[in-house]
């Protein structure tokens, strides 16, 4: 992509530094929902729990659920 500016950068799983793919991010908006619904199944896939399993924090993964980053992929 090429900002205002005229400076190319990269978005999503294709820069360099990325941690999570596209499948992972709907994956894990998919598994929130259903802990909030209060699925007993998944009751242990909270933030923190699903943060531990793809190697990210904790914040990383409530800026995805709540639509901070990867804000394209819904």
Known sequence: M???D?????RGESHHK????????????AIHAEYK???DA?????P???ALK??????????VIYFKSWKDVI
Do not use: F, P, W
């Open 2 to 4: 090429t900002d205002r």
């Open 6 to 10: 005229g400076n190319n950068y990269q």
């Open 18 to 29: 990325a941690k999570l793919c596209k499948q992972d991010v709907i994956n894990i908006r």
């Open 37 to 39: 619904e209060g699925l």
């Open 42 to 46: 998944l009751k242990h896939m909270t």
């Open 48 to 50: 923190t729990a699903q």
């Open 54 to 63: 793809h190697g990210v924090s904790k914040n990383a993964i409530e800026s």
